[in-house]
C-alpha cells in the first residue's frame, strides 16, 4: 500500500508561482503511473499530469507550458511546479499513485488564486 501527503498549496496572486510536493511512502515502487489531479468546487476530479514509469508526462491542455511534473525515485518524491497561475487553476490538488489495479491519492493540498 502506498501513502500520499501533499504540500506547498497556499494563495498566490494571478501571474505567480507555487510548487506542491508529494512525498510517498510504502510501496511506492509499484506506482507505474504517477500523477496529481485537481478538483474545483462543484465541479469533477480532473487530471493535471501524469508521468508513466519511465519518464513520459502528459499534461492538460488547460496546463500545458505553465505546470511542469517532476519525480525524484530516489527520494519518492513528485513535484508540480505552477508558473503563470489563473483563477481558474483554483482548486485542490491531489497527488495519485495508479498500481494498474488501484489507485491511491493523498488528502489534497488547496491553491487559491486570486485575481
Known amino acids: 500500500q502506498v501513502q500520499l501527503v501533499e504540500s506547498g498549496g497556499g494563495l498566490v496572486q494571478a501571474g505567480g508561482s507555487l510548487r506542491l510536493a508529494c512525498a510517498a511512502s510504502?510501496?511506492?515502487?509499484?506506482?507505474?503511473?504517477m500523477g496529481w489531479y485537481r478538483q474545483a468546487p462543484g465541479k469533477q476530479r480532473e487530471l493535471v499530469a501524469i508521468?508513466?514509469?519511465?519518464?513520459?508526462?502528459n499534461y492538460a491542455d488547460s496546463v500545458k507550458g505553465r505546470f511542469t511534473l517532476s519525480r525524484d525515485n530516489a527520494r519518492n518524491m513528485m513535484y508540480l511546479q505552477m508558473n503563470s497561475l489563473k483563477p481558474e487553476d483554483t482548486a485542490v490538488y491531489y497527488c495519485?499513485?495508479?498500481?494498474?489495479?488501484?489507485?491511491?491519492w493523498g488528502q489534497g493540498t488547496q491553491v487559491t488564486v486570486s485575481s
Open positions: 508521468i508513466s514509469s519511465g519518464t513520459r508526462i
Open positions: 495519485n499513485c495508479f498500481t494498474g489495479a488501484r489507485h491511491s
Open positions: 510504502g510501496s511506492t515502487v509499484s506506482c507505474n503511473i
